[in-house]
């Protein structure tokens, strides 16, 4: 397995060479780097970065840390600006302490049974992308859930898969892959009863978590 997953990376990233029409110099595109982690989430690995690695990484990249009261102020900003593009999607915002959750239900992201996100959810998640690119000072952990049906191994790697369906559309967006986190929890974690149709279609969803890089 480490094998392909080394051979899918590198080959990704060969093909994605791109010419920045700004500099002339050459780079991996952002297509080519949300593809590589998407062939690594997509080969179990799950988490992808985290800690002390997506910080020094951040740092590295120059992006700024945020301090003390700053935080509050950002995340305000963000989330306002993620309620306007977001109203009316289907996509929920809500907020806990200085951390931003957008809920993305299966059922306007995904066919069912199925990890490729849907033409019709595009537009959705390039304003997603667009915000994100906009407030660079977050951390972005991208976690997919499923509902209790089905078996177990299934639907881990079905929600694996969605989060890293996301995951790689938003790096083509140009969203840096260094922000991200993610992670699939199959029906480890629903957020209402699976005993009823409607319970089971909240569980199956895709959550972004927006966390400040402080």
């Known amino acids: ?17 791109t010419t920045d029409p700004y500099t002339g110099q050459q780079k991996v595109s952002n297509m080519a780097g949300g593809a590589a982690i998407g062939a690594l989430a997509g080969a179990g690995v799950g988490l992808l970065a985290g800690g002390d690695d997506r910080r ?49 239900p299966s ?18 998640l390039n304003a997603v992308a667009l915000v994100l690119n906009k407030y660079n000072r977050t951390y ?8 209790s049906t089905g078996g177990l191994q299934h639907n881990q790697t079905l929600s694996e898969r969605r989060a890293d369906s996301v995951a790689r559309f938003l790096a083509q967006g140009g969203v ?6 993610i992670r699939g929890f199959g029906p480890s974690q629903p957020i209402a009863t699976n005993a009823t ?18």
């Open 176 to 181: 840096d892959s260094r922000r991200f986190q």
């Open 107 to 124: 059922n306007i992201t995904f066919a069912s049974d199925q990890y490729d996100v849907v033409p019709a959810f595009y537009e959705t």
């Open 140 to 147: 972005v952990d991208i976690n997919g859930h499923t509902d």
């Open 56 to 104: 020094n990484a951040l740092i590295g990249a120059g992006v700024g840390a945020l301090a003390g009261g700053a935080i509050g102020g950002y995340m305000d900003q963000q989330e306002a600006e993620l309620r306007r593009y977001l109203q009316g999607t289907g996509v929920s915002v809500s907020r806990v302490g200085d951390q931003i959750i957008l809920n993305m």
């Open 1 to 17: 397995m480490k094998k392909i997953v080394l051979a899918l990376t590198g080959a990704v990233f060969l093909a994605g060479c």
């Open 197 to 214: 149709a409607d319970g089971r279609a909240q569980n199956r969803r895709v959550e972004i978590h927006l966390t400040p890089f402080s």
